[in-house]
């Protein structure tokens, strides 16, 4: 039997730690235990999780290895990553971002 791995998932100040089996796309995980993946819009225009539309971005602490043209990108370019292209493997930090219309992530707020 696979032991499950933990996911923390950080959601503005609210933190929460789900179990997910080896091998589970983040994005399902994401989505099968409630969480906002996507923005106002994307919610219902995606492209399910095939890494094309680029709305379903996060950011993960320890960032694995990229898979995906895109995710490689984003490493290169410091970028959120696609969580449909990471397999949960290894405890993760999630972090969700605050996105509005399509895939877009909004400038973080200083809080000096």
Known sequence: MNERIPVTVVDGGDETTVEVEPGTVLRDALLEHDFAVYGT????ANCGGRG??????????PAPEPTHWHDAAAVRFGYP????CIEVEEPMTVGLLDKHVWGQVLPRLSTD
């Open 41 to 44: 819009v994307s919610q219902y």
């Open 52 to 61: 094309l539309c680029s709305t379903c971005t996060v950011e993960v602490d």
């Open 81 to 84: 990553r696609l969580s449909c």
